[in-house]
């Protein structure tokens, strides 16, 4: 399944996951060197870790959380010129460094 657009995941600043957007909907797939780590932890009690891919046809609650509302929200959307549908496209532009211990970055580091 190929991606239009691929974000990858954070928790405490160690690479754990890819999040995809497909023709489909999304997916989200844990890093398998992540899951290896004994100190690994979640990236939402609603997405637990585990090998296999985890897909849905509309964003994942938890990513959709992270998005900011408001007037952030706004200034977000007006600043890099996205649509305030572009639920994903909006996750990848205000996510990098979001309260709390993940965070969404548009290339792995």
């Known amino acids: ?27 989200l797939l844990y890093d398998s060197e ?9 990236i939402s009690l609603t997405l637990p870790l585990r090998e296999e891919e ?10 959709d959380g992270l998005i900011p509302e408001g007037w952030l929200l706004t200034l977000v959307s ?14 990848l532009a205000a996510c990098k460094d979001p309260i709390g211990n993940v965070s969404i970055r548009e290339d792995k580091e």
């Not at 974000?7 to 999304?26: H, I, M, P, S």
């Not at 992540?34 to 979640?42: E, G, I, T, V």
């Not at 007006?78 to 996750?91: S, V, Y």
């Open 1 to 27: 399944m190929d991606a239009y657009r691929t974000a990858y995941v954070y928790v405490r600043n160690t690479f754990a996951g890819t999040l995809k957007e497909t023709d489909f909907g999304y997916s």
């Open 34 to 42: 992540y899951l290896k780590n004994p100190a690994a932890s979640c």
């Open 54 to 63: 985890y897909t849905s046809k509309t964003l994942f609650a938890f990513f």
């Open 78 to 91: 007006h600043n890099w010129k996205l649509n305030l549908t572009d639920r994903f496209g909006l996750l």
